[in-house]
């Protein structure tokens, strides 16, 4: 099952272009400055402009053609926003069938119980909109949307308005659906953390022109695309864990250049476990440091460098044909007379885990 979507959407200043392809148990994330187009190619893509032209098909029905527009209920959708819309005189566990309700029985794939655990939203089906949070609302507007059994899920910088604490919690029930739920579902958001935990595509926009896409790991490296550059540029690797050393509390995360070593966390051998290395965290040396504390070190070849601002270089890495990214000084460039093609030994100074 995939989307298929090419759409030109007419705005006040500009046409939004797109087209792009999600597969099921796919997410394809968003990404752009505020006015470039995202929630008009995701409006569009839901029904809810008129105006676009075009084409869409989800799996082997057409949504949208030069002679057909299927209209926004009949679109098998499940949209969240910014923005939970929760019904406030009823309490969660009604918002959730009125979800339901909308799907015809017999082409519901998903229960209202699978949705209410995938949320974790059990121990609070009997309270009142208005007395949860802004991170539980949104649990409730997600797990609304996954109730009606959608063909795609859109999301809409669904985390927008919530704080720091609760967004990790949500993204960890978002990036369970991605597991669960065989759908393609679409991320928009301004935020990189977001975009590196959740997405295995991106989609740049610009003034409603499609920049740049690709898979997130390759879009995320490249000197030539503004991720790299920006002040939380970082690189992010797909490895498994293989080993654990209970002595020191660490683990041992595989990928195709060698091992990453982070402190243990509950993972299980086996796990996948997505990392993201700021360039910022990535020193170099020409010789194997010893007697550091870091425990990290990975062999590595410059493939190419580029200039950021006066002082630093911003420094694409390959470790066994994965990339991470180094930010140094300019002045360390000239000291170690770095060059591409050179070896190096990449010092990575810490690891998130997203999970
Ligand atoms: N119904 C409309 N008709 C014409 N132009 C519109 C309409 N709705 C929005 N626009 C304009 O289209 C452009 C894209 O808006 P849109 O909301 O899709 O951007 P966005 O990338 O989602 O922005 P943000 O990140 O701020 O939510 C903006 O310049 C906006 O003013």
Redesign the pocket.
């Known amino acids: 099952m995939k989307l298929d979507v090419n759409l030109s959407i007419?705005?006040?200043?500009f046409d939004?272009n797109v087209s792009l392809t999600v597969s099921s148990s796919q997410v394809t994330a968003v990404f752009?400055?505020?006015?470039?187009?995202?929630?008009?190619?995701m409006r569009a893509i839901a029904g809810l402009?008129s105006s676009a032209t075009g084409f869409i098909k989800m799996a082997d029905q057409v949504w949208q053609d030069a002679h057909y527009f299927r209209p926004a209920h009949q679109r098998d959708i499940g949209f969240v926003f910014q923005d939970a819309s929760l019904f406030p005189h009823l309490n969660v566990f009604d918002n959730l069938q009125f979800g339901l309700k909308r799907q015809a029985k017999d082409k519901r794939r998903v229960s209202l119980e699978q949705a209410i655990d995938l949320l974790g939203l059990s121990p609070l089906l009997e309270r009142s909109i208005d007395k949860l949070s802004g991170g539980e609302k949104q649990r409730v507007a997600i797990a609304r949307a996954v109730a009606t059994s959608p063909a795609v899920l859109l999301f809409?910088?669904p985390l927008a308005a919530v704080d720091a604490a609760h967004k990790q919690e949500i993204l960890r029930y978002i990036q369970s659906l991605h597991c669960e739920l065989d759908i393609p579902m679409l991320y928009?958001s301004?935020q990189m953390d977001e975009v590196a935990r959740l997405s295995n595509n991106l989609l740049l926009?610009e003034k409603?022109q499609q920049l740049a896409s690709g898979r997130t790991v390759e879009m995320l490296s490249q000197l030539t695309l503004p991720f790299a550059h920006y002040e939380e540029a970082a690189a992010v690797l797909d490895t498994v864990v293989t080993a654990h050393d209970d002595d020191y509390g660490l683990s041992s995360l595989a990928f195709a250049g060698g091992h990453i070593t982070v402190s243990r966390d509950n993972l299980k051998q086996g796990d996948k476990v997505r990392l993201r290395i700021m360039a910022r965290d990535v020193s170099l040396s020409l010789q194997h440091p010893e007697q550091t504390s870091i425990l990290n070190i990975l062999p590595a070849t410059i493939e190419s460098m580029v200039n950021e601002g006066h002082a630093q270089k911003l420094i694409r890495l390959n470790v066994g044909g994965q990339i991470i990214l180094s930010r140094i000084t300019a002045k360390s460039v000239d000291q170690l007379q770095l060059t591409a093609g050179k070896s190096v030994f990449a010092q990575v100074k810490a690891v998130s885990l997203l999970i």
């Not at 470039?36 to 190619?41: A, D, E, N, R």
Request: charged letters at 30%; aromatic letters at 0%.
């Open positions: 007419p705005r006040k200043d939004v752009g400055p505020s006015g470039c187009g995202k929630t008009s190619l402009e809409d910088e928009v301004h926009l409603g």
